[in-house]
């Protein structure tokens, strides 16, 4: 048991490795790995925390705390990468972060907890609220793009003043959904029992502390990330659309992912589902619109103008996310 928890300390040193690299000037290339293998093991500390948390509060309140610590890594990395002048890159990690959520990781959450069971169930009614939720996002997001693609906006001044006024908007429906997850109909949410988790649980200050802190670093490391982001573009010969949409993507929401498909196992499927989809609603609805407002506010040129695939890709993960968890059950 002793030799198993230090084994799996093991990958924390990547850490400390990622502010060596850093502040040594080693290649970018390095530097963007190791960064990026670092996010890692920092998410298993979030996963655990959050979980530790859920058993005493709930999976309304588990889920939506491991979505927001983990979409801060999210958040930071894209005010980094807009800073730095590469919206292009924080669109395509917008929407390959929503499409990794809602096709990947839900369905690989599904793979992994019914791989040895008949069926698992989660609450269908929490399931068709957050469908409504994310149909809700996609019109926000497709609005801004028809408009731009019809009027054909080659400044962007029109686009981006309506997409300040899109983002207010989103903002206040994603404040109207938190009253209805975690008040009025929070027992939508705290309808399953699962699996026990093995050991003694957390205490809340501990898990607290660990989710802050695990959050820190992760934002210390999203800095390495971002700046050695160019650079590494260049050696690999990546194009930005596939270095947002896959890889900043996937290492901006590893606490989201690990978590979810550990919930799964353990036939904790509100949990899971919660994670998901509150990740990808605070995507849409939450960092997006932020984003855009805080670009406004600095000057910096960011919009909710996406290309047509884009939208189009996000509108039918929705549609493929509402019809499945509409019966309440996986298989």
């Not at 695990?214 to 690999?236: D, N």
Request: aromatic share 10%.
């Amino acid at each position: 048991m002793r030799f198993w928890r230090l084994f799996r300390l093991l990958p924390l040193l990547f850490v400390p490795a990622a502010f060596v690299l850093h502040f040594s000037h080693a290649p970018a290339s390095l530097v963007f790995v190791v960064s990026g293998i670092a996010v890692i093991p920092l998410a298993g500390l979030m996963g655990e925390a959050t979980e530790h948390l859920s058993l005493r509060s709930g999976p309304a309140v588990g889920g939506l705390l491991n979505a927001t610590f983990g979409n801060a890594a999210e958040l930071i990395i894209a005010v980094l990468a807009l800073s730095q002048g590469h919206p292009e890159v924080v669109k395509a990690s917008l929407t390959g972060s929503i499409l990794g959520n809602l096709l990947f990781i839900l369905g690989l959450s599904m793979l992994a907890g019914g791989w040895r069971r008949e069926r698992q169930t989660f609450g269908k009614s929490a399931a068709q609220a957050a469908s409504s939720m994310l149909f809700l996002s996609v019109v926000g997001l497709m609005v801004p793009t028809l408009l731009d693609h019809f009027h054909h906006d080659t400044a962007g001044t029109h686009a981006r003043a309506f997409s300040l006024g899109i983002s207010g908007i989103l903002l206040a429906c994603y404040a109207a959904g938190l009253v209805f997850t975690l008040k009025t109909h929070r027992h939508l949410y705290d309808t399953e029992e699962g699996e026990a988790h093995g050991g003694v649980p957390w205490t809340v200050r501990r898990a607290v502390g660990v989710l802050l802190g695990a959050s820190v670093l992760v934002g210390f490391v999203g800095e390495f990330f971002v700046g050695a982001l160019e650079p590494a573009v260049q050696a690999f010969g990546f194009t930005r659309t596939f270095t947002g949409v896959v890889v900043v993507a996937m290492v901006g929401n590893a606490a989201e992912h690990s978590t979810a498909v550990l919930m799964a196992v353990r036939n904790r499927m509100n949990v899971s589902i919660q994670i998901v989809v509150e990740s990808s609603k605070q995507i849409a609805l939450f960092v997006a619109p932020a984003v855009v407002i805080l670009g406004a506010c600095r000057g910096w040129a960011m919009d909710l103008v996406f290309t047509p695939f884009e939208v189009f890709a996000v509108w039918v993960s929705v549609t493929a996310v509402a019809l499945t968890t509409r019966d309440g059950e996986s298989n």
